[in-house]
């Protein structure tokens, strides 16, 4: 059994832990964590981390709640470049986030819109954010046209109309730990294709939690897998290996994508 945790901040855990942490998800089945950068020095940490353990992938963004000094046209590009690198695998994390004191609405919109567009020029899947702005997100993907590179909702907590729309999308959705405790996300799971689902930890390092035994890990990749096992009535096993095929059918997308896209260009050459 091979699990992929498809989101999570390994790169922000104390670098002395990651070791550990690691080989606590590979006895728990997980194969392959992708590492999401949430600003431009921890995407050149999670790139920097992916050089270091091979079953380590980065994601490269600016995260909304990244955005309160605004988004300038040296971030847009210093992104670009990061994006550029052959180990990236996805743009994350990006998104809007329209809680309370979250950054200006404006900005947020203009670097979400920005870092989609970039998605689209690398032929990259977009691993987004959303909170309290499932409407605003989706129309944005619709006109940016993000669903032509793919990707995900992550730490999906919406609605089924929000699934839906997102499946219609061809998106897929990204289940975290919520899952487990959240008796109304389990209903709109039930109801959500085996297909369209990745699974995701999100973890980083929670110091505000009394034992560090509590923080949750890219292993708990596994107990996302046992509980859509759980609610779908399907073996574990087959979870595992359906999840892992749709991240990895989710980011191989790109790449065909852009082989299609040579060959295209090329076409017009000759
Ligand atoms: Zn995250």
Known sequence: MKLIDCHTHLHDFDEAEISKVIQRANHATVAAIITAGTNIKSSEK????????????PGVGIHPNELNRGFSE?????????????????????GLDFMENSPDRAIQYKAFRRQIGIARELSLPVVFHCRSAYEDTIRVLKEERAFEVGG???YFQGDQLIANQLIDLGFYVSLGRPLIRIPELQKVTLNIPINRILIETDSFPQPFKKYRENWT???????????ISRIKNIDVEEV??????NTLKMLKNAIMLKSHFDRLSHHSET
């Open 74 to 94: 040296e971030m847009s590009n210093q992104i670009l470049e990061l994006a550029s690198l052959d180990d990236v695998v996805m743009m994350s994390e990006i």
């Open 152 to 154: 995900a909702m992550h």
């Open 240 to 245: 595992a290996s359906v999840t892992s095929r």
């Open 217 to 227: 890990e890219p292993r708990h990749a596994l107990d996302v897998a046992n509980e």
């Open 46 to 57: 999670a790139i920097s981390l992916s050089k270091t353990y091979n079953q380590v992938f």
